[in-house]
Every structure is written in C-alpha cells, then in structure tokens.
C-alpha cells in the first residue's frame, strides 16, 4: 500500500474520530441522538443528505458503468436524480410537519394502532438490513482492492467505525461525517471533471467524438440498449429507484433533523442541486476512464468497473490524486453505513420498545441507553452477516432495498397525507403486501436463479421474469392500501384526518402559529 493512501487514510478516520467525540458531548437527550436535536440548518441537513444518498454504489460504481456501457450506464445517475423531485414535491414537507424520530411517528399521528407502527418498525429494519449487508460487503471488497488487506479486516474496519459513530455520537456525529464525506467527495469530483475536461481542451463535443472510439462498442457507446436488453427490466429498475428514495428510512430521518418544514424543504434544494450536479460529473468520469484507462485495464481491476474512478484519477493526477480518490471512497462507505445503522436502531428502540413495549411512557434515560443497545445490536448483526456473504452477490440487496421502500412505505405515506378515507387495515395491509410481495418475487427472480453457475445464487429457472419486482409489487402496495381500507368495517376519523392535513401542510401544532 502506498504511503500516500496509509496518511490520507488516517487523516479521514482521525478527522472522524474528533467530529465523534465532540459529538459525544453535545448529545444529552434523545431528541440528540435520533435527530441532533433538530437543529440543522437546511444548508448542512441539504450536504448531509447528499453525503447519505451518495454512496459508494454512486461514486465508484456509476462511473464504472458508464465508463464499460456508456449511455445505459447513465441510467442509473438519471433515477437517482429524478427520485429527488418525489421526495422534494410530495414528502419533505408533510414528513417534517407530522413525524418525530422514524417514519412511524408520521403515520400513528393518523392511527395509533400498535401494528401499525409495528408493520412500519419491521418494513424500516428489512431495508436498513438488506442496505447495510450490500454495503458493507461492497466495503469490504472495495477497501481489500483499494489498500490491499483482507476482506474481514476491511469489513471489521468499516464496522467498528461506524459503531463508534452512532453509539458515542449519534445523529450529530452521523451528520457531520457526512457532511464531511459530501465535501471532500464533490471536491474530488470536481478536481477529475476538470482534469478530464482540460485532456479534451474544454471542448464537451470533442469528448463524445473520441469516446465513440475508445471502447469496443464503437457508436454503439453512446446508445442505449448495451447493457438494459429487456425494456421491461429497466422500467421496473427505474421505478425502484425513482420512486424509492422517497421511502428510504435513512433517507426520510434526515427530515427530522432540522427545525421546521421550510428548513426541510431548503434541505431537499440544497440536496437536489448537489446531487444533481454529481450526477451531471460522472459523465465526465465515466467517460474520462473510458478514453485514459481504457476498459481492458477497468475491468481487469474490477469486472463490475468499480475501480474506473480510482484509476482515472491515477491516470490523469497521478498518485496523490490516487491516494486522495481512495480515502474519499472510504469516507463515503463510513458515512452511509452510519446512517443505516441509526435508522434500523431507532426502529427497534424507538418504535418496538419505546412505543409497543413500553408505551411511551419510557424515560428519557431508557430511552438514550435502548438506542445505544440497538446500535450495537444492529451493528453487530451487520458485520456478522456481511462476513459470512463475502462470495454473495450483493448488487440485488441494493435494488431490493429500493424496491421495498417503493412498495411498502411510500404507498402508506402518500394515502396517510393526500386520501381522507385511508384507514388502520388499509396502511397495515399496504405496507405487508409491498414488503413481502417484493421479497417473494425478488427470491423467484432472475437475481436468484439463474441457469448458468455463478451468475446467481443458485442454478435454475427463475420463476419471475424481472430482476427488480418494483413493477409488479409497487401496484400491488398500492392496491392493497387501497382494497384493505375499502373492504375494513372502520371508518376513517374525519375530523383526525383534517387536523392532519392541516398539520402536514402548515405545521401548525409545531409552531403555534
């Protein structure tokens, strides 16, 4: 391992370690350790959410993709862009006004069932699990090519950091690591974009006319179709990731951190604008890695492309832009693993012993010590797990994540907020059909079985023809949010249902107003 790496390295983990321990102390109460207190401006909680939604899977493996399959590498930069403006138009608001710490506090404060909350607790725990087990195994394999140590010394790395995160600093250290990560992730974006734009002498149609001869696939590179050869495929694809960023627990947490339902929506603004142009940089890395690696040399490091950005950036900035790629990629893998873990924790903490357990009459103290126990617990069962699945192909548990915050949270979020006759049966009923229709499609799929050795976990016809079941279990959570409130004998409560509206787009109890 180079020198250069080790310093950048410790300099990324030092760095972390002091934002933790002054974290450590300014977190007192609860309210501290699930939403730092709610006291981000919408400029830092708009950065950390940029540093939640931009994962390793965006950083190294979109430009990757588009660096080996050119325009349907794209794809994926496309509906992680677009599933913002769901997120901006129809959830920051009403989430920020009517929720407290999880996405279950938004719904009870339409229906105080306990399974309700309960369904929710359990939807929220199986996307942060599925999510979590994905990264920490990409972690691991990314940090064993980027610094040359063994898979479950990487994985032990990424697991305690992220552990000493949570437990001593909660959501304040979370956020600030973040924050951190989104920084140094776009300033590196930005040092490579301009790097590869000054190769090309400014010159964007220049690009395109040499890239179209860089790769074996010719024009062809620059058309859609090399990669997504089943159109039903990629629509459902694009419909998991568009319409699941809105379901994301970890994602939809970040809301609670600020003050007030204007601050969430200058949140999602600042968020948009730099995702967005993060988006718009891996074009100019993709493309970069396809003309000065070359995707002999790509894939060679890594058959999925996960190393094109790290070996542009050695190509074109030698290596010290190398070392410097490396340890944001690092950074990155740290940042979103910590929020994972502190939205499965307050789902089991929160929701299951604060709420059903101990029904809410908890205190402030149990509080503080069943979240720190939940961390540990969800950390510990993640790195457990992500040990034994170094071998799995984990690239579903990322879709599948997607796909169950699509069919089971959003249904009920949306019907909890815009439809006045939506009851107890009809949100249970939305959000078991969506979670557990995605997860028996998903084990019926083509990511599951496949006929040919080693392309999925086992040998085999899939019995599902999609990959992604978000086109089919998406409806499906819809249907049944819809079919489960129609056929229950329980009336919807009117007048709780237009306090709720009344709250979701005023935040009217909130401020007093």
């Not at 908890?362 to 961390?375: G, H, N």
């Not at 796909?403 to 107890?424: E, G, Q």
Request: with cysteine.
């Amino acid at each position: 391992m180079s020198p250069t790496v080790i310093v950048l390295f410790l300099i990324i983990v030092a760095l972390t370690l002091v934002i933790t321990y002054w974290a450590s102390k300014q977190t007192q109460t609860t309210g501290d350790f699930y939403t730092a207190g709610g006291e981000l401006t919408g400029f830092q909680n708009g950065i950390a959410i940029s540093g939640d939604y931009l994962s390793a899977a965006s950083f190294l493996g979109i430009a990757g993709s588009i660096a080996l399959y050119g325009f349907d590498g794209f794809f994926y930069s496309i509906g992680f862009l677009i599933a913002y403006l769901v997120v901006l138009f129809l959830v920051a608001e009403p989430l920020r006004n009517l929720g407290k710490y999880t996405l279950a506090d938004m719904i009870n404060a339409r229906f105080d069932a306990k399974k309700v909350r309960g369904s929710a607790a359990l939807s929220t725990v199986t996307i942060s699990l599925f999510y979590m087990i994905a990264q920490l195994v990409g972690a691991g394999a990314l940090i064993q090519l980027l610094f040359d140590i063994p898979y479950w010394i990487a994985v032990l790395i990424v697991g305690v950091m992220m552990t000493i995160y949570v437990l001593f600093g909660g959501m304040i250290a979370t956020s600030w690591v973040q924050i951190v990560k989104a920084v140094l992730l776009m300033a590196g974006m930005l040092i490579i974009s301009f790097l590869v734009l000054l190769k090309f002498n400014f010159n964007i149609g220049e690009m395109f006319s040499e890239v179209k001869t860089a790769t074996s696939h010719g024009a062809a590179y620059l058309k859609p179709g090399l990669k997504y050869t089943q159109p039903l495929d990629t629509i459902s694809l694009m419909l998991a990731l568009v319409l699941g960023t809105a379901g994301l627990p970890h994602i939809l947490m970040r809301f609670f951190t600020v003050k007030d339902a204007k601050t969430a929506r200058s949140s999602v603004i600042t968020a948009t604008w730099t995702i967005g142009i993060f988006y718009v940089l891996t074009l100019f890395l993709g493309f970069g890695a396809a003309a000065f690696v070359g995707e002999t040399k790509i894939m060679e490091a890594n058959p999925g492309g996960n190393m094109a950005a790290p070996l542009l950036a050695e190509a074109i900035g030698g290596e010290i832009l190398f070392a410097f790629i490396s340890a944001v990629a690092f950074a990155t893998i740290l940042a979103v693993v910590a929020g994972l873990v502190l939205s499965g924790a307050s789902a089991f903490a929160h929701d299951l012993y604060g709420q059903i357990i101990k029904k809410g009459k908890a205190t402030d103290r149990q509080q503080m010590l069943a979240a720190r126990y939940a961390a540990l617990a969800v950390s510990v069962l993640s790195i457990v797990l992500a040990l034994f699945a170094q071998y799995l192909n984990v690239a579903f548990l990322v879709s599948l994540a997607f796909c169950i915050a699509a069919s089971a949270n959003l249904p009920v979020i949306l019907y909890t907020v815009y439809w006045k006759r939506f009851n107890t049966s009809g949100a249970v009923s939305a959000m078991l059909v969506g979670l557990f229709s995605a997860l028996v499609l998903v084990s019926m799929s083509p990511s599951v079985f496949s006929p040919t050795e080693g392309a999925a976990l086992f040998v085999g016809e899939p019995i599902f023809p999609l990959s992604n079941p978000a086109l089919v279990s998406v409806p499906l959570g819809f249907l049944a949010g819809y079919v489960g409130t129609i056929l229950s004998s329980s009336k919807a409560d009117a007048k709780r249902y237009a306090k709720v509206k009344v709250k979701a787009n005023t935040g009217f109890k909130e401020t007093g107003n």
